[in-house]
């Protein structure tokens, strides 16, 4: 019976010390995370912010596994629940990947929090691609906000974004490298009571831009500032180079707009 219950004991022990049982430090702070497997919006953290999807975006291959695309035209994604409620005051980091599928002279309406198309309390990330920049918008007021923090692309294919505001300064990383870092000593007060969206800014109402046309992948939304270290690790994990090498090959789901001809359905996963 001794045998017995010290296997017992030591077995607990190995099974609760185990490197398995450790959490993972990326997921401090994790207030939402969208990975868009099997082509929906669920909210992967477990905090029920659960998007919805506008239109009828297909699934394509991603950084890893699923990615979510979407047309340009009518495609969109609402994000609800308590995510919406960490844009005040306070530090919050924004991470997602995407990969544009054309040119636009608009800019591309990509994650916005803006009640309407001016510069009062909102964020407004948008794809200016023909000048290869995120154009990063996040203003308190037309005159408070943090300056010349839009990031220069490396290239048209798949790219991992980041915004980072932490206290007075915001700074935006492009594939896990620093890029472009502003300033505001009184901070910026971002409160509205918008709705976090993807491709719905209201700025394409006013034909000022327009959806955002391409793919979209493991958006992670934070209530705190990740460090440039934490922020190479995430990167790490899914790098761009390897997006297409490790995703799934498989032929889309089709809907009555979808037009796609079977033998098109063969190159989707290593050249869209």
């Not at 939402?32 to 394509?60: L, M, V």
């Not at 979407?70 to 495609?75: S, T």
């Not at 009184?186 to 700025?203: H, R």
Request: glycine letters at 6%; hydrophobic letters at 30%; one cysteine or more.
């Amino acid at each position: 019976m001794r045998t017995f219950t010290l296997l017992s004991i030591l077995a607990f022990c190995f099974l609760n010390l185990s490197p398995n049982a450790s959490p993972d430090p990326l997921d401090k702070g994790l207030i939402a995370h969208y990975s868009f497997n099997n082509c929906n919006a669920k909210d992967d953290s477990g905090n029920e912010s659960d998007g919805r999807i506008f239109g009828s975006p297909g699934c394509r291959c991603g950084v890893d596994e699923d990615a979510l695309w979407l047309d340009g035209v009518r495609d969109y994604i609402v994000f609800e629940g308590s995510v919406n409620n960490y844009f005040t005051t306070s530090d919050f980091t924004i991470s997602f990947y995407f990969k544009p599928s054309k040119y636009s002279v608009f800019k591309q309406s990509m994650l916005s929090k803006r009640d309407t198309c001016n510069e009062s309390h909102m964020f407004d990330i948008q794809l200016d691609i023909n000048h290869k920049i995120v154009d990063t918008d996040v203003h308190e007021t037309e005159y408070k906000d943090y300056r010349d923090i839009s990031p220069q692309l490396d290239s048209t294919v798949w790219q991992h974004f980041t915004l980072v505001r932490e206290g007075f300064r915001a700074n935006t990383f492009i594939n896990g490298q620093p890029r472009r870092r502003g300033l505001r000593c009184s901070g910026v007060d971002l409160t509205n009571n918008a709705i976090l969206s993807f491709g719905n800014s209201p700025c394409i109402k006013s034909g000022r831009s327009v959806r955002f046309s391409g793919a979209v992948d493991e958006l992670r939304i934070y209530d705190r500032a990740l460090s440039p270290e934490e922020i190479h690790s995430l990167y790490s994990r899914a790098p761009v180079e390897s997006a297409e090498l490790d995703c799934f090959t498989y032929t889309p789901k089709k809907s009555p707009n979808d037009f796609l001809k079977d033998s098109e359905t063969d190159y989707l996963c290593a050249s869209f």
